[in-house]
């Protein structure tokens, strides 16, 4: 899935015609306060259309609403007779939000965020390109300044919001899935810290040679998806800052056995450290260093 976040005065009038332009299942993510900022009238989830995706709002106190009676329900859906939905539920923040959408989705717009480290549009005069965390793909004083066809460009060739489960519905959608009897698994994340009394680490920062980590990742895969009874590989490594207790990188492996698809995930995690040019830079409490600098 590809994130984007438009950030601003308007950006709830530039999201609809940016959702129109993208090919491919779109979730909308509205975070902005009905009414706030630039007066613009709030979405519902009943008048955004997403492609089966959802549209969620924030009243001024700080809690989602649809538009329907709230409940002590943690989740409430409400499913129409054509097959499209609404609902109302909680998640621990956005990021949690995106990787359970991650997997059904091309493509998510979050509207009136400015915390998420994806790719962003910022919109209004006094914008800054440091008020946010992510990449800035366009900027402009109103909706009607952004180039849309420009912006769709730029977004296909931004970092994508890739989750294990992304990549397990893609190896279970794999031709030979029938001769399959095994998906096995690794994820890598970030560790605070190895002991008690270590200097925790706050982030790390990874950065990759464009081009060709991922040509070497892609070969890695091939090469290990030639091997017997081992029928699709799969792996993604995140770059930019991950924070402490986040995923970095996964390998998802579709096997005949588990024994093929356990191995075929250790040699795919272990190459991946070997081979690909992706350099990592640590954040502690006390310190920032290149990892590769020191090893």
Same mark, same amino acid.
């Given at each position: 899935?590809?994130?984007?976040?438009?950030?601003?005065?308007?950006?709830?009038?530039?999201?609809?015609?940016?959702?129109?332009?993208?090919?491919?299942?779109?979730?909308?993510?509205?975070?902005?306060?009905?009414?706030?900022?630039?007066?613009?009238?709030?979405?519902?989830?009943?008048?955004?259309?997403?492609?089966?995706?959802?549209?969620?709002?924030?009243?001024?106190?700080?809690?989602?609403?649809?538009?329907?009676?709230?409940?002590?329900?943690?989740?409430?859906?409400?499913?129409?007779?054509?097959?499209?939905?609404?609902?109302?539920?909680?998640?621990?923040?956005?990021?949690?939000?995106?990787?359970?959408?991650?997997?059904?989705?091309?493509?998510?717009?979050?509207?009136?965020?400015?915390?998420?480290?994806?790719?962003? $549009?910022?919109?209004? !005069? =006094? #914008?800054?390109? +440091?008020?946010?965390?992510? *990449?800035?793909?366009?900027?402009?004083? /109103?909706? %009607?300044?952004?180039?849309?066809?420009?912006?769709?460009?730029?977004?296909?060739?931004?970092?994508?919001?890739?989750?294990?489960?992304?990549?397990?519905?893609? $190896?279970?959608?794999? !031709? =030979? #899935?029938?001769? +399959?009897?095994?998906?096995? *698994?690794?994820?890598?994340?970030?560790? /605070?810290? %190895?002991?008690?009394?270590?200097?925790?680490?706050?982030?790390?920062?990874?950065?990759?040679?464009?081009?060709?980590?991922?040509?070497?990742?892609?070969?890695?895969?091939?090469?290990?998806? =030639?091997?017997?009874?081992?029928?699709?590989?799969?792996?993604?490594?995140?770059?930019?800052?991950?924070?402490?207790?986040?995923?970095?990188?996964?390998?998802?492996?579709?096997?005949?056995?588990?024994?093929?698809?356990?191995?075929?995930?250790?040699?795919?995690?272990?190459?991946?450290?070997?081979?690909?040019?992706?350099?990592?830079?640590?954040?502690?409490?006390?310190?920032?260093?290149?990892?590769?600098?020191?090893?």
């Amino acid at each position: 899935m590809q994130p984007i976040s438009i950030v601003g005065p308007g950006a709830t009038d530039l999201a609809g015609p940016l959702a129109d332009r993208l090919d491919g299942r779109v979730a909308v993510v509205d975070c902005e306060a009905a009414g706030a900022g630039d007066g613009a009238a709030g979405r519902t989830a009943d008048s955004e259309a997403t492609d089966g995706g959802v549209a969620l709002e924030r009243d001024p106190d700080g809690e989602e609403r649809t538009g329907r009676t709230a409940t002590a329900a943690d989740t409430t859906l409400a499913l129409g007779p054509d097959g499209s939905w609404t609902g109302r539920g909680r998640v621990d923040g956005l990021d949690d939000l995106l990787d359970g959408l991650a997997p059904e989705h091309d493509y998510l717009v979050a509207v009136g965020e400015s915390r998420l480290r994806v790719p962003t $549009v910022l919109l209004g !005069a =006094d #914008a800054e390109p +440091s008020d946010v965390p992510g *990449s800035v793909l366009a900027a402009a004083d /109103a909706p %009607d300044g952004v180039d849309l066809d420009r912006l769709v460009a730029d977004l296909a060739d931004a970092e994508p919001w890739i989750t294990r489960e992304t990549l397990v519905r893609r $190896v279970e959608a794999s !031709a =030979d #899935a029938d001769r +399959s009897g095994a998906i096995a *698994s690794f994820t890598g994340r970030v560790r /605070a810290r %190895d002991a008690p009394d270590d200097d925790p680490t706050t982030h790390l920062a990874f950065e990759k040679y464009e081009g060709v980590a991922e040509d070497r990742l892609n070969a890695i895969a091939d090469e290990i998806t =030639d091997r017997d009874g081992v029928f699709d590989v799969r792996m993604h490594h995140r770059t930019g800052v991950i924070e402490a207790g986040e995923d970095i990188v996964f390998v998802v492996v579709l096997a005949g056995h588990r024994r093929e698809a356990f191995r075929a995930v250790e040699d795919g995690i272990d190459r991946l450290k070997d081979e690909v040019p992706i350099f990592k830079k640590e954040a502690t409490e006390s310190e920032t260093f290149w990892v590769h600098r020191r090893d």
